[in-house]
């Protein structure tokens, strides 16, 4: 294929389009009734193409990316699994599509009662009261549940609460969150082997300590053993528990965080739920909650009326007040009630345990040429400190680059920052044992390649449509939009 | 791989301090700019500002890392080094001969406090 | 037992037990405390086969009404070319995840380069992020923006003519956040400025906002309120539609500091409220308190021009607590939507939209007083949506309408309708919509 590298505002041509209209019928001059002076006087910098420009522009942009649907896929602690695409076509349904946010709740009973469904599907799965589905994505599920924490202890008249405890291997979502929602992060210590110091949180706990975020399994991949008795140590030091369900799917079937003592969790739709990740989202973060603090989620909320019809609530004196303009991603949410629907009670309970399994295969194959930090039982992810042979000068960043080549997306590289050169691989339950099996010969090979020519791995990739990206000039001279790409050119 | 410069003070943090009568100058250390590796923003305070030994005071970025400028001395910030606006990468290519900003001393028994070269060398090995 | 969406074969289990050196998947959970492992059965249907998705989504849908949209208030029945779903179906767009490989993401890295001009040069601003989840939380952002600029100034303003579902956000926001939160109130139906100077002398604002369009679908006439604000070292954020920029002043001609917004008037289906696209475009002095991810140029090791994530050192994954906000995922592919929409209609196409969805609005408006049951409320400019009051009952009129498929004005106070007209409806749908609700 031909190398395309034009941007849309370059193919541009004074006089072409690439829509119609219908014709204006109005005798009206109604933007006439608007002053000159609130109309805009710039002139408008648009690209002027045709229909076939923009099909033919896109299409081969799309080609120079890699999704799930090109191979797989293992980003840690993103859980790239299939999307399914029936979900797609059924999220497209214009009965849900065509519906306006406020029209009245009786003209939109039947996405009402998905919505609502969805709340309930997800309550039984997390083992918790119930959810609110607001939240665009996993962050934004963070600082609403963080709310609802700090909305509980000021509803209880307790305004010194001012600190939240985070793992130091946490990802920095949760520290941030945090900082957003006006909570000061206290650092709780892990052991070597990345679960949480008991010993360290003791002291913590303190009357000013609002609650502790954790996820399990932990940003290792290993489950919290001693997550009961971390769940009793705050609970009695009157702190709430907050899950980051970004590890949710080894779970799926296995264990529900309101068994495990969570109070509030987050969701990622787009990681456990299989809607897609769209390059960045549109993602959806439901939040779940236990039961005393259900009256304080985030309006509006949907609820089933006493005559089996669905309802809005639109306002509450406990609420935390509103996080979304609307009512969230709701085509994303129909997506995930759909995967729901497709596996069913019985089949979903398969989804946690497929994913450890394919994680410890990988493992088990793979430590022996890659330096495993931790030993043990995986659960749907791990993470390698680089090659076990350092010796060579090759590190995770080549590694990763050279698995391009091959056609693997990297795993997540350099995080969790408890090592230098982590490499953190999350196959997910949806890939089969031929394409593990494919993807370890390959992380063989580089391992070998490392030994033998480790110029050649340094090097990678090279079957890329670009390589070696300058970051440094990009982040020192900023070049944010076409306009300004012609200024510096000029 | 980094050297130490005799003759000024360091902080912990890795910052160094040159005093001449009431004035510190401060930058960071060559060790700094190296584990740091290409700085593309230094985010500086303005002049007039008051600093506090210990406090954040600005802080540098890399590509993919940033970190928080520690003042190792309180008092009034009286210059900022305008040219790192546009030129950060000098703190890579000369870190000693690089200044970030100039103090007027508030108090100037916290540089007891400081390291020498000596003692820095060694945090630095460690 | 495999299914659709999870391939293993009893054959493939027991090959890779053997690899990892167990007897059962179950001993993979044995470090997990016997009193959590869950034995019992969640609350959900049995799996459904696609044709029984399929009817199961054909009998929901059918409970839902789709009408002939004649609300606004944050969401707009604009038209979407096909061409649009066509594109964001190319699955190499959407099963990738955030472009953290550049030399196998350059497809969602160019489009939001694309996304992030197009929207500076809506907007008239010099730099824009790749998207935040919707306009409520954009602006609420924006407020964090302005107090990050100011340095030591804590107390916000926003004009109490903004739509109360986004001040609402804020207001959650700014409580939990501890920034304080001051409402410029109305006046005649748009922001009374006459209060300004008097709280900007206390010294303590940082920044402000105010719509462009507000609620009652009138365009603000912001003549001097940037440098009002800007004398008193605080700065301005306008809240936005980039579809009606393109005929209406821009919050650049307005010499504010911000632009935020909602970009669903791109075309974007209403889809009962989302995904819709937040977006925030800014002057260069604020580029690095903006928050989420920003698309660069630059070149790679051959001098190819190439797209890489930049500026990253002020996000979550590297600045953890200090960061400018905590924003990961945000809506890529609804930037890629917008991307693809605004190529399509281009300048003339965006004017176009507007002057038949104003045209349609001054003549629903029209056509309403002329009927003697609705009444002017204000007498300002407005693009396409306006308010009107009634004596008429507001339930039972939009309930009639809804009987005859018709979604009517949204009633913001009682007795007072707001409508929209876009350049989906027709004259003789406004014509039914009239006649429909004296009969009611």
């Known amino acids: 294929m031909k190398e395309y590298d034009k941007l849309i505002f370059e193919i541009s041509r004074p006089g072409r389009k690439g829509y119609e209209l219908p014709a204006d019928r109005y005798a009206t001059d109604g933007l006439g009734a608007i002053p000159a002076s609130l109309r805009r006087d710039e002139p ?193 030091a009157g702190g709430l528990l907050y899950y980051d369900g970004a590890n949710f799917n080894p779970l799926l079937g296995k264990v529900r965080p309101g068994d495990m003592g969570f109070d509030i969790m987050h969701i990622n739709l787009h990681k456990t739920f299989s809607t897609p990740h769209g390059g960045g989202g549109p993602g959806s973060g439901p939040v779940g909650v236990a039961r005393n603090l259900v009256d304080l989620l985030p309006m509006p909320r949907v609820v089933k009326n006493e005559d089996g019809t669905f309802g809005v609530l639109t306002d509450g004196d406990k609420s935390l007040g509103s996080v979304s303009t609307f009512f969230g991603n709701f085509g994303v949410m129909m997506k995930a009630y759909a995967y729901i629907l497709s596996l069913g009670r019985d089949n979903i309970k398969e989804v946690g345990p497929m994913a450890v399994l394919n994680a410890n295969y990988i493992k088990e194959s793979l430590k022996d040429l890659y330096k495993l930090p931790i030993e043990g039982h995986c659960k749907h992810e791990f993470v390698f400190d680089g090659l076990a042979d350092k010796s060579t000068g090759v590190t995770t960043l080549n590694v990763a680059k050279r698995l391009l080549d091959y056609g693997f997306h990297a795993p997540t590289i350099y995080f969790p920052l408890l090592f230098h050169e982590s490499m953190m691989i999350e196959p997910t339950e949806t890939e089969s044992l031929e394409t593990l099996d494919e993807f370890i010969d390959v992380m063989r090979k580089v391992a070998i390649e490392a030994a033998e020519d480790p110029e050649s791995v340094k ?32 | 791989m980094s050297t130490v410069k005799e003759n000024v003070k360091y902080a912990e943090s890795h910052e160094w301090v040159m005093v001449e009568g009431e004035i510190a100058t401060i930058g960071i250390s060559d060790y700094a700019q190296h584990a740091l590796g290409d700085i593309v923003y230094v985010d500086l305070p303005e002049e007039g500002d008051e600093v506090e030994a210990g406090e954040t005071f600005g802080a540098v970025e890399s590509v993919k ?3 928080d400028l520690i003042s190792p001395v309180s008092g009034e910030v009286v210059e900022v080094n305008s040219e790192l606006e546009d030129a950060p990468e000098l703190i890579n290519k000369d870190a000693f001969g690089t200044w970030m900003i100039k103090v007027k001393l508030s108090d100037s028994s916290e540089l007891d406090a400081l390291l020498d070269a000596a003692a820095y060398a060694k945090i630095c090995e460690e | 037992m495999s299914n659709r969406y999870i391939p293993h074969t009893d054959a493939d289990k027991a090959r890779m037990l053997e690899r990892i050196g167990v007897g059962s998947v179950d001993e993979l959970y044995n470090d997990v405390p016997q009193q959590v492992v869950f034995r019992g059965e969640y609350d959900l249907p049995e799996g459904m086969s696609e044709p029984e998705l399929r009817e199961w989504f054909a009998k929901l849908g059918a409970a839902n009404n789709v009408l002939k949209v004649f609300g606004g208030n944050g969401a707009y029945d604009h038209y979407s070319p096909s061409v649009i779903s066509h594109l964001l179906e190319r699955s190499e767009f959407y099963t990738a995840y955030t472009p953290y490989q550049p030399e196998i993401s350059q497809g969602t890295l160019q489009y939001i380069f694309e996304y992030q001009s197009m929207i500076s040069e809506l907007t008239g601003m010099e730099s824009a992020n790749a998207s935040m989840y919707d306009g409520a939380t954009a602006a609420a952002e924006s407020m964090f923006m302005m107090v990050a600029s100011a340095r030591k100034k804590n107390r916000v303003l926003v004009s109490a003519t903004l739509l109360p579902q986004v001040r609402r956000v804020i207001a959650t ?236 004005g949204v009633e913001i106070e009682p007795g007072v309708l707001e409508f929209a007209v876009t350049e989906k409806r027709t004259k003789e749908e406004i014509d039914t919509l009239v006649k429909l609700m004296l009969e009611a």
Not at chain 1, 473 to 487: D, F, G, N, R, V
Not at chain 3, 347 to 355: A, C, F, I, M, Q
Request: with cysteine.
């Open chain 1, 44 to 236: 408008l910098d648009l690209p002027e193409v045709s229909e076939l420009d923009v099909v033919r522009h896109y299409t081969n942009l799309s080609n120079k990316n890699f999704g799930v649907d090109t191979g797989f896929y293992p980003l840690g602690s993103c859980t790239m699994k299939y999307n399914p695409k029936i979900n797609e076509e059924l999220a497209s349904m214009r009965e849900f599509s065509g519906l306006h946010p406020l029209q009245p709740a009786e003209t939109a009973q039947g996405a009402l009662e998905l919505y609502w469904n969805l709340q309930r599907a997800l309550s039984s799965l997390a083992g918790l009261e119930e959810f609110t589905l607001n939240p665009y994505a996993g962050a934004h599920g963070e600082l609403t549940g963080l709310m609802v924490m700090r909305r509980y202890h000021e509803l209880r008249g307790d305004d010194k609460r001012t600190k939240v405890i985070v793992p130091d291997t946490a990802h920095g979502t949760n520290p941030a969150s945090a900082m957003v929602a006006g909570l000061e992060v206290v650092e709780v210590k892990s052991k070597p082997n990345g679960s949480i110091d008991v010993e360290d949180l003791k002291p913590l706990l303190d009357d000013t300590v609002a609650g502790i975020m954790m996820t399990n399994p932990n940003t290792l991949g290993m489950f919290e053993t001693e997550i009961m008795e971390i769940a009793e140590l705050v609970h009695k």
């Open chain 1, 459 to 490: 090097n990678a990739p090279l079957t890329t449509p670009i390589s070696h990206p300058d970051e440094t000039t990009a982040a020192k001279k900023p070049i944010l939009s076409y306009k300004q790409m012609c200024e510096a050119n000029n």
């Open chain 2, 65 to 67: 890392a940033a970190s």
């Open chain 3, 173 to 408: 926001y700014m409580k939990f956040h501890g920034v304080e939160l001051t409402e410029l109130p109305a006046k005649d139906g748009v922001t009374d400025f006459g209060v300004l100077d008097a709280e900007l002398a206390k010294g303590d604002v940082a920044g402000v906002m105010v719509p462009s369009v507000n609620r009652y679908g009138i365009v603000e006439d912001l003549t001097g309120v940037a440098d009002r604000i800007r004398a008193a070292k605080g700065a301005l954020a306008v809240y936005c539609d980039p579809s009606a920029l393109a005929v209406l002043k821009t919050p650049g001609e307005w010499d504010a500091d911000i632009a935020c917004g909602d970009g669903q008037t791109l075309g974007m289906p209403l889809q009962f409220g989302g995904p819709y696209l937040g977006f925030i475009a800014c002057r260069k002095d604020m580029l690095r308190k903006m928050p989420g991810r920003v698309v660069g140029a630059t070149v790679d090791r051959d001098g190819k021009r190439c797209y890489v994530l930049t500026l990253q050192a002020r996000e979550q994954h590297i600045r953890r607590q200090k960061a400018t906000s905590n924003i990961c995922s945000n809506q890529s592919l609804m930037a890629l939507y917008a991307t693809v929409y605004v190529a399509l209609m281009g300048p003339e196409g965006l004017k176009e939209v507007n002057r038949l969805s104003c045209d349609g609005a001054h003549y629903l408006y029209n056509q309403l007083l002329a009927t003697g049951k609705f009444h002017a409320v204000y007498d300002k400019p407005f693009l396409k949506e306006f308010v009107v009051k009634t004596d008429l009952d507001v339930k039972r009129v939009n309930r009639y309408l809804a009987d005859h498929g018709y979604m009517g």
